[in-house]
């Protein structure tokens, strides 16, 4: 079974510094790996994920991640947050096996201040 | 655009009582899961199906059961509600068959106060 942990439960940055969301794994499979956003009130809106190809994903907003297998690491992040990056994001992992079963971290409560 | 609806953003209801949280979906997803979202717990499952009438049980199914009679719906039952099971309540749907999209399709929410 895989798991996941999230390693910081709130990052507080000021606008437009960089910021880094931790997340580690573990698995003895092969895995993907996504990053969820979940705003104050919603559900979860998947963000970004790596399934294969390069270990480097990108995001529409400007976030990235990159899997690094070695550490089994996949870090969130963005050289320049803004105020409405103000969000809860959760990290989460599933099996290359095709199973139903995906694992998400605690989350991390991201808070932009002006 | 990708929808999953869920009956009620909030509910309040009282210690005893049956509750039932609705989810729908607009897909054609094969699977659906209940998560319950708790703070510093992140998402723990509850339960998920992978087709009418099948069912499987998550990290914490006591005190819930489930039914999938359609593809499209996929309802949560708190036979008995009790204060500890206040919380926020997500469902999700996705494709079951391993070469399509992986990620997970959540809806808004339901955030269920037992009292």
């Known amino acids: 079974a895989q798991s996941v942990t999230q390693l910081d439960s709130q990052v507080p940055v000021f606008e437009e510094a960089p910021v880094e969301l931790r997340c580690n794994y573990s698995s003895s499979v092969s895995v993907y790996l996504f990053w969820y956003v979940q705003y104050p009130n919603q559900g979860l809106q998947l963000l970004l994920k790596y399934l294969s190809g390069s270990t480097l994903v990108e995001s529409i907003n400007g976030f990235e991640a990159e899997f690094n297998k070695s550490q089994t690491s996949f870090h969130l992040r963005k050289p320049s947050v803004h105020i409405s990056d103000t969000a809860e994001y959760f990290c989460a992992v599933r099996d290359t096996r095709g199973s139903n079963d995906m694992r998400f971290g605690a989350g991390t409560r991201l808070t932009v201040k002006p | 655009d990708v929808k999953v609806t869920q009956s009620s953003r909030y509910l309040v209801k009282r210690t005893g009582e049956k509750v039932f949280l609705e989810c729908v979906q607009d897909m054609d997803h094969e699977n659906m899961f209940w998560y319950r979202q708790d703070p510093g717990l992140g998402l723990r499952l509850i339960y998920f199906?992978?087709?009418?009438?099948?069912?499987e049980k998550g990290d914490i199914p006591e005190g819930y059961s489930v039914s999938r009679e359609k593809k499209e719906r996929f309802s949560l039952i708190l036979e008995s509600a009790s204060t500890n099971q206040t919380s926020m309540y997500l469902c999700a749907s996705s494709f079951h068959l391993a070469y399509r999209s992986y990620e997970q399709y959540f809806g808004p929410g339901t955030r269920l106060t037992v009292t």
């Open positions: 199906s992978y087709d009418v009438k099948m069912k």
